[in-house]
């Protein structure tokens, strides 16, 4: 067959220039056709996106109230055009989550499983109805069988944009928290789990068997009755090496208790708050040692100083950590010790409220 050429056809030519003359004009049509697709495509996606995108009223960060009361926090946000969603439900996963589904303005994932869920997947679906969020938690079991669980939540106002003043803040006169004679002021956070916690020489102690790290275990974490907002805590701690447990400011954020030799470190060791914000140095002592806290909790801000060391210098802290037993940093919460880990004892326990103007 001879070559093709772009020119008229004459009525002379011969078969194979005819030929070649309908094989160039369905290209065309085909390239034209596929043209006329790919704008069309092009032109989908952009009104496909811009419907599936994640309604305004649900970005942010809300505290959760879940039907079986297990503390939850979530929060949304769109980063490069896509949804993402970090969410916790007491000491589960955080995420986030970036295969995120939405349909008609809710959104769907799947939670990251822990080792007690084996044989469980977690579906979520959360959205607004009447601008009120709603959401279920899909529980597929092991036996085959499933459940579901609602919840509701509020909206946690946004961090403040500066760090306080800390020179400007006024302090209460402090106030004890432990009289280390007995537990007068102090409850078990679970009724039903067994009881270490007692007076004893002065100190508040935590017995308990249990030596391992898991996240928890059959003795209860204890709390005050009194409720707090922003503060500055005063408590000294005693833990053996490699022996772990925590204090919980307003019940939200854990500041880590363990010896400066401790396997858990940075991020994880002692003068953090656990998970997310890391001491500047180990100022931490060997285990068997009494050490000191004095923290400082304001406007979402946190210092630290450990053993007379600041280790953290009023940074942010966005959300509660894992453990946490209030979601909600507007509202005021107790000081809440991890009973449920390894033995530890108490002393000198001094809280000073911030005075509002």
Known sequence: MLPCRAEPLEPSKNEDQIAC???MK???????SLLHIGLLWFTCSATFSQAQSVPEGLLGDWTLDLESRLPGWMRVEELNGKP???????IGPLGPYEEVDISEGRLSFSLKKRKADSGKSRRVEVGLTDGRLDGTIHRA?????????SFSGRKIPPMPENAPDLSRVRFGHPVSLFNGKDLTGWVPHEAEKIMGWSAKDGMLVN???KTDFSAT??????????LFEDFWLHIEFLI??????GIYLRGAYEAQVVDRDSRMQGLQGVGAIFGFIPPSENAGKPGGEWQSYDITLVDRHITVVLNGV????NQPVSMPTAGAINTDPSAPGPIYLQGDHTSVSYRNIYLAPVIRE
Not at 217 to 226: R, V
């Open 21 to 23: 003359y309908i094989l």
């Open 26 to 32: 369905n290209t065309f049509y085909s390239l034209r």
């Open 84 to 90: 993402v969603v970090s969410m916790r439900l007491y």
């Open 141 to 149: 079991l092991a036996d085959g069988s499933s459940e579901t669980e």
């Open 207 to 209: 017995a308990t068997p």
């Open 217 to 226: 275990g059959d003795h209860a974490n204890l709390k005050t009755e009194a």
């Open 240 to 245: 053996g090496t490699q022996r772990n447990s």
């Open 310 to 313: 600041t280790v953290i210098d």
